[in-house]
């Protein structure tokens, strides 16, 4: 694709960014065949190719509206579109450009900026989203329909935590609303890797990836989270820690692209390149010990699963099929689900600012996961998790949770 930056972007790094990922399109088409928006709206300009020409003309000084901003805001930034590109165009990237510059030139109204700064403001803060959603769910008979929905009927109890014992240690990341929705997970992830000879512990302070901020386009808000993350764990690092491991793929496609996010920042850059460098998702780690798994797991009882591959392991962290492959291996039988390369509608905060979409998305991906008839439907990232499960006709869980229940107890 040929371009003509204006002059007030093109010697930025962000201009040179962007003009770098458009010339690879070459307008082919092939990426609006898997974009979810295209085959809801069938409109151009909510597909990704679309979305790169209105993001091309902006940077080449054309006007922006609230309909470039509409578009942008329906994207579920899912990157189905990058894995299906075959000129390697890097479409996420572009479109966290994108997203800044309109904002700074399109205004949003009152309450649809006062909501995302209350989404922004409470859900990565430790302390606040957990009291928050007690109260939510105390008052869920009385809230409306739409509200109770995003509210869970209970919580699972997370069990006991092993204490740390191995030689090998690894460090989770508790993240922000993780600890409140699914405090199994973590605690599940070190049963089981304890039981591998792996401690797992967490480091204080760490909080949120930024992910949630930067999605939200406080980007630089997101940048903070991340630089706090970075020293939190930083002292880990000087001790040899083996790896960061994440249970929420959202968080680990964050993190994985820290080295990304803090290039330009004379202070975080090469710390964030060694952080991201030592993430691993779960089943990374896990698919590398399944000898030792395979012979724990009580093989007797295991559920027919769906698993549904969140779209942050599919198309960011490129985990199509780790997950499902440590199942398989296990002895579980993994029903077949139609179009799997599709988002479920959570995507962050979408089904917050997007409400509509998301539920159909939603309906769209139950019926396809709950068609071969599983007893429960595994995921790997909490914000898939609960959106899936406030509307599934079975139990949904991580897909880590799923197996600590399996293990024999000694
Ligand atoms: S990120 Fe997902 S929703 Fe956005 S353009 Fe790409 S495929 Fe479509
Ligand atoms: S598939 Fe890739 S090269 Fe083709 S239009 Fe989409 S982004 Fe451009």
Same mark, same amino acid.
């Given at each position: 694709?040929? $371009?003509?930056?204006?002059?007030w @972007?093109?010697d930025?790094?962000e201009?040179?960014?962007?003009?770098a990922?458009l010339?690879k399109?070459?307008?082919?088409g092939?990426c609006t065949a898997?974009?979810? $928006?295209?085959?809801l709206?069938?409109?151009e300009l909510?597909? &990704?190719?679309?979305r @790169?020409?209105l993001?091309k003309q902006?940077?080449e000084g054309?006007?922006?509206t $609230?309909?470039t901003q509409?578009h942008?805001?329906?994207?579920l930034?899912?990157?189905?579109?990058e894995t299906?590109c075959?000129?390697g165009?890097?479409?996420?990237h572009?479109?966290?450009?994108?997203?800044? +510059? !309109?904002?700074?030139r399109? *205004?949003r109204?009152?309450?649809?900026?006062?909501k995302?700064?209350a989404v922004?403001? +409470?859900?990565p803060?430790a302390?606040v989203?957990?009291?928050?959603?007690?109260?939510g769910?105390l008052?869920r008979?009385i809230v409306?329909?739409? +509200?109770?929905? /995003?509210?869970p #009927?209970?919580v &699972?109890h997370?069990g006991?935590?092993?204490?740390?014992?191995?030689?090998r240690?690894m !460090?989770?990341l508790?993240g922000?609303?993780?600890?409140?929705?699914?405090p199994?997970?973590?605690?599940a992830? #070190?049963?089981?890797?304890?039981?591998?000879?792996i401690?797992? !512990?967490?480091?204080q302070?760490?909080?949120?990836?930024?992910a949630l901020?930067f999605h939200? %386009?406080y980007?630089a808000e997101g940048?903070d989270?991340?630089?706090?993350?970075?020293?939190?764990?930083?002292?880990?690092?000087?001790?040899g !820690?083996?790896?960061?491991?994440? $249970?929420?793929?959202?968080?680990?496609?964050?993190?994985?692209e820290?080295a990304?996010?803090?290039q330009?920042?004379? /202070?975080?850059?090469?710390?964030?390149?060694?952080?991201s460098?030592?993430? /691993?998702?779960l089943?990374?780690?896990? #698919?590398?010990?399944?000898?030792k798994?395979?012979?724990?797991v009580d093989?007797?009882?295991l559920?027919?699963?769906?698993f549904?591959? =969140?779209c942050?392991?599919?198309?960011?962290?490129?985990?199509r099929?780790?997950?499902?492959?440590?199942l398989?291996?296990?002895?579980y039988?993994l029903?077949?689900? *139609?179009?799997s390369?599709l988002?479920?509608g959570?995507a962050?905060t979408?089904?917050?600012t997007q =409400?509509?979409?998301s539920e159909?998305?939603k309906? %769209?991906?139950?019926?396809?996961?709950?068609?071969?008839?599983p007893?429960a @439907?595994?995921t790997? %990232?909490?914000?898939?998790?609960?959106?899936l499960?406030s509307?599934?006709s079975? *139990?949904v869980?991580h897909?880590?949770?799923?197996?600590?229940?399996?293990?024999?107890?000694?």
């Amino acid at each position: 694709m040929q $371009t003509n930056l204006a002059d007030w @972007i093109k010697d930025t790094p962000e201009g040179k960014e962007a003009e770098a990922i458009l010339r690879k399109c070459v307008h082919c088409g092939f990426c609006t065949a898997t974009c979810p $928006t295209y085959q809801l709206f069938g409109d151009e300009l909510d597909s &990704p190719r679309g979305r @790169i020409y209105l993001i091309k003309q902006l940077l080449e000084g054309a006007e922006v509206t $609230t309909k470039t901003q509409l578009h942008l805001d329906r994207c579920l930034t899912c990157r189905n579109c990058e894995t299906t590109c075959p000129s390697g165009v890097r479409y996420g990237h572009l479109v966290d450009i994108g997203r800044k +510059l !309109v904002d700074e030139r399109v *205004p949003r109204s009152v309450g649809e900026r006062a909501k995302r700064r209350a989404v922004a403001s +409470l859900f990565p803060v430790a302390g606040v989203f957990d009291p928050l959603l007690r109260l939510g769910m105390l008052a869920r008979p009385i809230v409306p329909s739409a +509200l109770r929905g /995003k509210l869970p #009927a209970n919580v &699972p109890h997370a069990g006991d935590w092993p204490a740390p014992r191995h030689a090998r240690k690894m !460090v989770a990341l508790a993240g922000c609303v993780q600890p409140a929705l699914t405090p199994d997970t973590n605690a599940a992830a #070190a049963r089981v890797l304890d039981r591998l000879d792996i401690s797992l !512990v967490e480091a204080q302070g760490a909080g949120c990836c930024g992910a949630l901020r930067f999605h939200l %386009n406080y980007q630089a808000e997101g940048r903070d989270d991340m630089r706090r993350v970075i020293d939190a764990w930083w002292p880990y690092v000087e001790q040899g !820690v083996e790896a960061f491991v994440m $249970t929420a793929t959202g968080c680990g496609a964050t993190v994985r692209e820290y080295a990304h996010h803090l290039q330009y920042d004379p /202070k975080y850059a090469e710390k964030a390149q060694r952080i991201s460098a030592l993430t /691993k998702d779960l089943s990374e780690v896990v #698919a590398n010990e399944l000898d030792k798994l395979g012979a724990l797991v009580d093989r007797r009882t295991l559920p027919a699963v769906a698993f549904h591959s =969140p779209c942050s392991m599919q198309h960011w962290l490129g985990l199509r099929g780790v997950a499902e492959g440590v199942l398989a291996k296990l002895g579980y039988e993994l029903t077949t689900v *139609p179009d799997s390369h599709l988002c479920c509608g959570s995507a962050g905060t979408y089904s917050l600012t997007q =409400p509509a979409l998301s539920e159909e998305l939603k309906k %769209n991906k139950l019926a396809a996961l709950q068609s071969g008839t599983p007893e429960a @439907i595994l995921t790997a %990232n909490v914000g898939c998790q609960t959106h899936l499960a406030s509307g599934a006709s079975v *139990p949904v869980k991580h897909w880590i949770a799923e197996i600590d229940e399996r293990l024999s107890r000694r």
